[in-house]
């Protein structure tokens, strides 16, 4: 703990006058070790008792591979919004199943497209089909998951775009000045 050195060097009286020698100052130690023990153990306290945080994911529900091709999800044409995706932050939509009808759009308002897709078409009806270009990037993808999300949309599907969207998009970007 905590050391006083009481050595006066003689003389255990106290006198004051002429000739008396003064006290020599006291000189403390003060032990930390029961201090540094005591910081660990806060320290240990806080580290078990504090929660961790929890990673977020989004909750995926994948159907299965079949070979068989009658057993395969089918989508109705007039349910159907395609999503494709490109590079620069290119984002492109057709409803239906005519690639033909490419429209560009942009990450703001292809919210806008999603919810006049869900007004007009029946909810059973409704799948939204995500295809992201190989130029795509990770934070696109992930946009427009969160868009699905956000916007409530219980049935899409995400695969890899067909050689013809793959052109489409191409042309389109090429046609807007995307290189």
């Known amino acids: ?47 078990f008792t504090t929660t961790m945080s929890q990673p977020t994911a989004m909750k995926l529900v994948m159907p299965k591979d079949t070979e068989n091709k009658d057993q395969e999800t089918k989508v109705k044409a007039s349910g159907a919004l395609t999503i494709l995706m490109g590079k620069s932050d290119g984002v492109y939509y057709y409803e239906g199943d005519d690639p033909t009808k490419i429209q560009a759009s942009n990450y703001k308002a292809i919210r806008d497209v999603i919810l006049n ?39 899409y599907a995400m695969v890899p775009p067909t050689v013809d969207e793959v052109k489409l998009v191409n042309i389109t970007e090429a046609a807007n000045g995307i290189h």
């Open 117 to 155: 897709k869900k007004k007009s078409t029946d909810p059973k009806d409704l799948v939204i089909i995500i295809k992201p270009d190989a130029d795509a990037t990770y934070k696109n993808v992930v946009d427009v998951l969160d868009e699905m999300s956000i916007n409530e949309i219980d049935k």
């Open 1 to 47: 703990m905590a050391d006083l050195d009481v050595s006066d060097g003689g003389g255990g009286g106290h006198k004051k006058g002429p000739g008396v020698k003064k006290a020599k100052k006291l000189s403390t130690k003060v032990d930390m070790t029961p201090m540094v023990d005591l910081g660990f153990l806060l320290i240990t306290f806080f580290i």
